[in-house]
């Protein structure tokens, strides 16, 4: 078990180029394999959840080179794919499960995932039931809603899906299952989710299409497809893992950081607006736009911060960043409420339950809700409560090792996080970028 030592500091200084976006990469790699032409990827991210869905293509006979700052993607059309000899591993990736299952529903043979110990106690009945309903032979081999995945043949059709969640897993399963389709296929979802999907399957010649309704609801449709074309992918910093850059600046004192080259899509950009709700001190620099992602450079500077209610549509914008801002939420001056997240159990984690477990060993008061929790912050510049230093298991789970790696940084004594090295799932060199800034 590998465990990594924090100890408090005072003022963090430099810039940071934060590594591809995770979702973003796990898309160039699927669509660029099911598309005719060469995908060239720039500042992809070489994590171990794109990794497993490199090898999973690798494994269905798609020919995927890598040089030291460039992926290659010899894609082979839509139909191009061939049977696997073997199971599909996806180790602990959920996007990798989710998405690949909507184009494995499409293909002409049977194959089967399966992962980690993690990844197969995760609810998949989710895209099981509409990719289901559209034709496709989906079952969970151990009859538990969970991987392994049994996916068999079957003739997809078009349908109109109300998800019950804001997913964007869920939704792309069904979007790219909607490629093969006989017509028009439709998710509608109580709010926006990220549209990552969206946006490279319209580059890549997929007729998308996507509809906001007054009630905040939010409908993406795609209609059959007779072929994608290999489009360039140039992938933005992953604001998810800027998040603890952000958040570290933002709190411990005396601190001012760059943050460069930051993915800032609308749909993922609501952990900006929550800082911002929150009093911080964070400017945007040198915006662009490429592929239809926005980014920016990010000016972080240490801020008193206060306590706010974060809710509804917002949620699915940051659902990944709650747990680092459950921390900055502890340095707060006030209350902060958390709601509408009951995603947050069936991530990596129960997160509602290891971020309280782990805020209560710092001291924290925190009180875990059905879908959230409500944090008493303890603002430094008010003469708060420090939190104290703890030993945090992080359960394997990377957003929590790293989001109390951060919290470790403003603690009384020294922090140690268990099974430190699952931060190799989305950012490899994490502790390496931090002690760069001390």
Do not use: W
């Not at 990220?194 to 010649?205: A, D, Q, V």
């Not at 972080?300 to 921390?327: N, W």
């Not at 420090?386 to 790696?405: E, Q, V, W």
């Amino acid at each position: 078990m590998n465990v990594k030592t924090i100890y408090p500091v005072s003022g963090l200084k430099g810039e940071v180029t934060i590594p591809g976006d995770k979702s973003i990469s796990h898309r160039a790699i699927m669509f660029g394999s099911i598309s005719l032409g060469t995908t060239e990827i720039t500042h992809f991210l070489n994590g171990a959840d794109c990794r497993s869905t490199i090898d999973c293509f690798r494994k269905m006979g798609i020919q995927i080179t890598e040089e030291k700052q460039k992926i290659f993607v010899h894609g082979k059309g839509l139909y191009g794919l061939e049977a696997p000899n073997e199971i599909l591993h996806v180790g602990n990736s959920g996007t990798t499960t989710r998405l690949i299952s909507g184009i494995l529903a499409g293909q002409s043979f049977s194959s089967i995932l399966s992962g980690d110990d993690s990844l197969n106690s995760r609810p998949m009945g989710r895209i099981m039931t509409p990719l289901n309903q559209m034709g496709a032979h989906i079952t969970s081999m151990e009859g538990n809603g969970c991987a392994p995945l049994s996916i068999t043949p079957g003739r997809i059709h078009g349908i109109s899906y109300t998800s019950p969640v804001a997913s964007a897993q869920v939704k792309s399963a069904i979007l790219l299952a909607g490629l093969y389709g006989d017509n028009k296929t439709s998710v509608t979802e109580p709010s926006l989710s990220r549209n990552h999907t969206e946006l490279m399957l319209k580059s890549y010649g997929a007729d998308i299409s996507s509809t906001i309704h007054p009630d905040g609801s939010a409908t993406a449709s795609v209609k059959p497809c007779s072929q994608l074309y290999a489009q360039p992918v140039c992938v933005p910093g992953d604001i998810s893992s800027a998040a603890y850059f952000i958040a570290a600046g933002l709190c411990v004192p005396g601190s001012e950081l760059l943050i460069k080259n930051v993915g800032i899509n609308p749909t993922r950009a609501g952990f900006l607006e929550v800082c911002q709700a929150m009093g911080a001190d964070i400017t945007l620099l040198n915006e662009s736009c490429e592929g239809g992602e926005k980014k920016a450079d990010i000016l972080v500077r240490t801020s008193c911060l206060k306590g706010i209610t974060i809710e509804g549509a917002l949620i699915p914008t940051l659902i990944d960043e709650i747990p680092i801002i459950a921390i900055m939420a502890s340095q707060a001056a006030g209350t902060t409420i958390i709601k509408d997240a009951g995603e947050l159990k069936v991530k990596e984690t129960n997160r509602i339950n290891t971020v309280t477990e782990g805020l209560r060993a710092m001291g924290t008061d925190i009180t875990p809700t059905e879908d959230g929790m409500i944090i008493q912050g303890s603002c430094p510049q008010s003469n708060g409560r420090p939190l104290k230093g703890a030993c945090i298991n992080s359960y394997l789970d990377h957003r929590i090792a790293m989001a109390f790696t951060v919290a470790g940084l403003i603690c009384e004594g020294e922090t140690k996080i268990l099974n430190s090295q699952c931060v190799e799932v989305s950012y490899p060199s994490f502790f390496q970028t931090l002690a760069a800034l001390i």
